[in-house]
């Protein structure tokens, strides 16, 4: 399978900044979308942002203007820069992706899809 491991969360102020960063290994063939979620206590999971692997990106409103989204399709890492941090920020970030990984078979390897999400990193900003 494909795993996706997240980074950079933390502490932050209101108004400061964080990058998180979430890298994916396996035998990966194809990453297609990438992208960024969220889950505050007591709430649904959330969309962040996302970003095709031709760059195309989507963000939610809550986000727009102080969120960028972006990747480095070479390391299959997706990355989001959030500013200006709000306290309604805080949440536990995950990374998700989908594609194709190559499946190791005896004869002949199977190219299978995957969608895949990491275990979250906290995001915590105080007012």
């Known amino acids: 399978q494909v795993q996706l491991v997240e980074s950079g969360g933390g502490l932050a102020q209101a108004g400061g900044s964080l990058k998180l960063s979430c890298a994916a290994s396996g035998n990966i063939v194809t990453m297609n979308t990438m992208g960024w979620f969220r889950q505050a206590p007591g709430n649904q999971r959330e969309l962040v942002a996302t970003i095709t692997r031709d760059g195309t990106t989507n963000y939610a409103d809550s986000v727009k203007g102080r969120c960028t989204i972006s990747r480095d399709n070479a390391k299959n890492t997706v990355y989001v820069q959030m500013n200006n941090l709000k306290p309604e920020d805080t949440a536990v970030y995950y990374c998700?992706?989908?594609?194709?990984?190559?499946?190791?078979?005896?004869?002949?390897?199977?190219?299978?899809?995957?969608?895949?999400w990491g275990r979250g990193t906290q995001v915590t900003v105080s007012s």
């Open positions: 998700n992706a989908d594609g194709t990984f190559r499946k190791i078979r005896a004869i002949v390897d199977d190219i299978v899809p995957f969608l895949s």
